[in-house]
């Protein structure tokens, strides 16, 4: 066609349109001037535009969907038919109750049950294939099959049909979902919140077991005749969700993602790690239907943008103003129908004003807590969710009107007592984690940079998790069975990945460094203070899973450097908590073997960077013989240390770092002579680290390393020098030391390495000035430490070095105190100082220093004049 | 052109590889939709749906938010978004219909089955093949009118969104959709008139 004719055209029917109906004949006659092919086609033209019901007057893909709808009813007629009186495990299907996306629901009886006990069962679809999903679905459902909870819908049993279609039993629920429950019983506010708060309750129990719905909504929740509801589903959207998957799963598979885009959380959208918090949100959405009849966000279109953005980036609407909307809605069947304030609040037995006023101020604050964007300030639990409520019941203020305060005001909201829900928030956010690890290392190849971005996700998460299990949850009661829980289940989660894991190297790492992240937990969580070593014994085996699968890779890949290295850094770690909880042979046999794996690269990848690491390690050696009491040996290690250090710090005269280890392997030596009472060698030693540490202070002022490093070595010239008997520079050489660090405690009061410092130079300068006879002034000096030291123990109980400085100053201050005739006080110090020891002496059984510490006390006790021993008093 | 993707491919690469030409990434994303298709028919069938104040087309819209990542999609996508997804709707549907179309025809059952659980009547496949030869002859005749259509009928898009990809008004929008409509529907039954 000519485009002059089709505008032609077009303009003639726009224009006819407009006409009145009996008008256009006229109309068309005048203007088609005689053209009467135009006149014939633009008449047809209308007759098709007034055609109704097309195949074009609906979306396409709704068409084929209808079609497809169709044809599967008729074809479900006959399968129906087929799964009528079919037996799945003990049950005989009775009739077909329901179908939905996932799968249909049948009506059961126990076929070998004389009462015949009626059951629900869903059949799911989607066929699961892997073994790893059917061992995780097999575990799930087991925890599931545990829940008692009034209002959950009790999963019975479940498994795998011979077709490999995933089935579960449940109690069977015969009942109205929640929000047609309350509307045709024209429910008002009051009974509805009470519903809704029987449904938090059960959202909490299955928190509490780590379990996450996912896929709360009101056709979730059915309420039976006796009105209590019943919440379906648990744990079910997780089992079926291939991101909890984890190895095998196809990650295109995310398209079948279980949610209700309605009641989904902004994470849920975002395709972010799902929590607890996720369950918080989707109960407010359904709260809010309950309560204003609407969805919490006013929608411009039907777009998927639309209500994404909205979800992920709006503010919801206030319920009270919410209740004033009007719209076209549709039942559950289609119909459509119109939502008005009127309608709304007829449903509720109310006003639209009345019912406005209800909602305004408490409700209005606690629905919007409820659906806050970031999952962190929404209620931290379900629980706290129904508690809010409950004070409004009551009358009481809430927290969510606090919290819009303090959000008001741009303040962060600081909550002091993390609840229990937030700690299983923290646990599951973990554990996705570390499955998350595991899966993104597959697609790590495509997506390089989002794999990453969890790893450090998960980096940042498992940090914040240790920093509240020490600042908060130590002290909550209850949570340690969460605790536990977060632990067995990782776990179990990382033991099914490495068995599935076999032999490809990225997964085997990260698995590796899985361990290790959750063996710092519990090693964390080992501190005797925070009950017993339980715990640090599961670390350690952490710890050597982790080192055995890092041996295994480095073995099976001789020629990966980097797979070396990682073995190289997990048996460093594994020394050092070796070292920490006191088995130091296992240590210094790590240490040993690294240094040995070091040597060998050596041969064929030499490198400065390697031999620098070399003399680390064997610095770490010689530390570890000279706890271990060898100092001829420990001595050693620090000299052949010091002679690479020096040849690299040649090699690189300007470089800091090389001049630091210099620095270092002279400073261990120092102490080693120290210890082994070569005073006058010790004094040379530590004069030359002192030599290091000044120009290296001078070269960078303002590195707070190398202050401490000053503080250190004024303290260890003040000490040998006491020892070896010369006490000309004793006095300068401590007043140095403490200047310095009471420089860096005034610059930074939260500084615990600085108090730690300063206190160490004050019990240095006390010990210094006991050797040198002057007991008076070197108690002063003893007090201040002990103080200090207290103080430091309720930051760091466990720390090692704190400890049994603490107890030398306890000794020297106790000693003084003998020598000036205060028995009493003297047994006192001593005492605690022997406890002390003892209590470190326990825990590392081997180490030199504390058992001679713990000699110098109990030898300090004995010389004590015997009519101060405390006398049984009855 | 891209190379093969891998299965691991993620569905808004998929889409964006795609939009780019690369048709490879086709083979993937047809599963996906037909995955949401199926279970789409299922809540149909059981008239099952949850947030029912929302109209039929939401349905659609669901279909895009579970298929979608909305991390990855900047908000400011939105106009090249949408026609994308309505031009993959296009071709993922009629190589649906076409697949039926050619098995009926090879076989003689009036329905078909394309894999377990996925069939069709049969007329619809044939009525959709018919639209899009329209719709093609159209494409020739008028662009704005043929985009007009696919981004309504296949993409799902409403008025106003269909004027925001296209950059015209709704009322042109509107104009155009009510002739192009009838003069497809002309043309398709032109067409089967021609046929029988």
């Given amino acids: 066609m000519q485009p002059e004719r089709w505008r032609r055209l077009e303009h003639l029917y726009h224009a006819a349109m407009e006409q009145e109906e009996d008008q256009r004949a006229s109309f068309l006659e005048s203007s088609c001037a005689g053209d009467r092919g135009l006149r014939v086609e633009v008449e047809s033209l209308i007759a098709y535009g007034r055609q109704g019901g097309r195949i074009i007057d609906k979306p396409a893909l709704e068409v084929v969907a209808a079609a497809m709808a169709e044809d599967l009813r008729a074809q479900d007629g006959n399968k129906t038919d087929k799964m009528i009186g079919a037996r799945i495990a003990q049950y005989r299907i009775v009739e077909k109750l329901g179908a939905g996306g996932m799968g249909d629901v049948y009506r059961a009886v126990r076929a070998d049950d004389q009462f015949e006990k009626q059951v629900a069962i869903k059949l799911v679809r989607q066929g699961l294939d892997t073994e790893f999903v059917h061992a995780r679905f097999r575990k799930e459902r087991q925890i599931l099959a545990g829940f008692e909870h009034e209002n959950i819908a009790r999963l019975l049993d479940g498994g795998m049909t011979d077709e490999g279609h995933p089935y579960f039993v449940m109690e069977l629920v015969e009942g109205k979902a929640i929000d047609e429950y309350c509307d045709e019983g024209k429910l008002g506010t009051a009974p509805r919140i009470d519903l809704f708060q029987s449904v938090c309750s059960a959202v909490q129990y299955a928190h509490q077991r780590l379990v996450v719905h996912r896929d709360i909504k009101p056709s979730n929740i059915l309420v039976t005749a006796d009105g209590v509801p019943k919440l379906l589903d648990f744990g079910i959207a997780t089992i079926l969700s291939p991101e909890t998957y984890s190895p095998g799963a196809d990650p295109t598979v995310t398209a079948q993602r279980i949610m209700t885009p309605q009641f989904a959380s902004p994470e849920q959208l975002r395709g972010e790690v799902i929590t607890t918090a996720t369950d918080v949100y989707s109960l407010g959405v359904v709260l809010y239907k309950l309560l204003t009849g609407h969805f919490p966000y006013r929608l411009g279109s039907n777009s998927p943008y639309d209500l994404a953005h909205a979800i992920c980036e709006d503010e919801p609407e206030k319920p009270s103003t919410a209740v004033g909307r009007s719209g076209q809605s549709m039942d559950r069947n289609r119909e459509s129908l119109r939502v008005t304030p009127e309608w709304v609040s007829s449903r509720r037995n109310t006003s639209p004003d009345k019912l406005r006023r209800t909602l305004s101020g408490d409700l209005d604050q606690i629905l919007l807590k409820a659906l806050r964007k970031e999952p962190q300030r929404r209620y931290a639990s379900a629980q706290d969710f129904a508690k809010d409520l409950q004070s409004y019941t009551l009358g009481l203020p809430v927290s969510a009107r606090r919290d819009t305060f303090s959000y008001r005001s741009g303040k962060f909201i600081q909550r002091n007592n993390l609840s229990l829900a937030a700690a299983a928030v923290f646990a599951l956010v973990v554990l996705a984690g570390a499955v998350a690890i595991v899966r993104e290392a597959r697609i790590a190849r495509m997506q390089e940079a989002r794999a990453e971005r969890r790893f450090e996700s998960l980096r940042k998460l498992t940090n914040s998790l240790l920093f509240e299990f020490h600042d908060s949850i130590e002290n909550l009661p209850g949570s340690t069975v969460a605790r536990q829980l977060v632990v067995r289940r990782a776990l179990e989660y990382l033991d099914q990945i490495a068995a599935e894991a076999h032999d490809d190297p990225a997964t085997l790492r990260d698995l590796a460094a899985a361990y290790e992240r959750i063996g710092r937990i519990q090693a964390e969580e080992g501190h005797p203070h925070l009950g017993g070593t339980g715990s640090f014994q599961q670390a350690n085996q952490l710890y050597e899973k982790a080192l055995a699968i890092c041996q295994s890779l480095a073995a099976a890949n001789p020629g990966d450097l980097s797979l070396q290295f990682d073995l190289l850094g997990t048996m460093l770690n594994v020394a050092r908590i070796d070292e920490q909880f006191g088995d130091l042979d296992r240590a210094l046999d790590l240490q040993q073997q690294r ?275 405390p006398v049984a008093v009855h | 052109m891209a190379s093969t993707p891998t299965p691991s491919h993620h569905i808004t690469q998929l889409l964006r590889a795609w939009g780019e030409g690369d048709q490879s990434a086709l083979e993937h994303l047809t599963p996906l939709v037909y995955q949401e298709l199926h279970s789409l028919a299922r809540r149909r069938m059981s008239r099952e749906n949850e947030g029912h104040t929302l109209q039929a087309t939401a349905l659609i819209h669901e279909v895009y938010l579970r298929l979608v990542e909305f991390q990855s999609v900047r908000w400011q996508d939105r106009a090249h978004f949408f026609a994308v997804c309505a031009r993959l709707m296009r071709r993922i549907l009629i190589d649906f219909a076409r697949s039926h179309d050619s098995l009926k025809r090879g076989g003689n059952s009036r329905k078909v089955t394309l894999e377990e659980g996925l069939v069709v009547s049969a007329d619809v496949p044939a009525q959709l093949l018919d639209l899009e030869e329209a719709l093609t002859k159209l494409a020739q005749e008028d662009p704005r009118k043929s985009n007009v259509v696919e981004l309504r009928f296949f993409g799902g898009l409403t008025v106003k969104e269909t004027a925001e990809v296209l950059k015209v008004s709704s009322d042109t929008v509107m104009r155009d959709w009510s002739v192009a409509r009838a003069w497809l529907l002309r043309e398709m039954d032109e067409r089967r008139g021609h046929a029988t």
């Fill in chain 1, 595 to 869: 240094l040995e794996i070091q040597e060998r690269l050596k041969v064929s990848h030499d490198s400065e960077e390697l031999r620098y690491n070399i003399a680390a390690s064997l610095i770490g050696i010689g530390e570890l013989k000279l706890w271990l009491g060898d100092y001829d040996s420990a001595l050693d290690y620090e000299r052949r240390a010091q002679a690479i250090s020096q040849v690299l710090l040649d090699a690189n005269p300007s470089s800091l770092r090389m001049l630091r280890g210099v620095w270092r392997s002279h400073g261990w030596a120092a102490m080693v002579l120290r210890f082994d009472k070569r005073y006058a060698e010790a004094v040379d030693e530590s004069r030359k680290a002192l030599a290091i540490s000044e120009q290296l202070a001078a070269r960078d002022p303002n590195n707070t390393d190398f202050q401490r490093f000053l503080i250190a070595d004024h303290g260890n010239m003040c000490e040998c020098l006491a020892y070896a008997g010369s006490f000309s520079e004793v006095r300068s050489h401590c007043r140095k030391a403490i200047a310095i660090s009471e420089e860096m405690v005034k610059s930074d009061k939260n500084n615990v390495q600085a108090s730690a410092d300063l206190a160490n130079s004050n019990m240095t300068m006390g010990l210094a000035l006991y050797l040198i006879h002057s007991p008076r002034e070197a108690l002063a000096f003893e007090r201040r430490a002990d103080s200090m030291y207290r103080n430091l123990a309720v930051h760091d109980p466990d720390s090692q070095a704190n400890g049994v400085d603490h107890a030398v100053s306890l000794i020297y201050a106790g000693r003084t105190e003998a020598d000036l005739h205060q028995p009493e006080l003297a047994r006192k110090d001593l005492e605690q100082a022997q406890e002390i020891m003892e209590r470190l002496a326990a825990r590392s059984p081997k180490h030199r220093l504390f058992l001679d510490t713990l000699d110098e006390a109990r030898a300090a006790i004995k010389a004590l004049p015997y009519d101060t021993a």
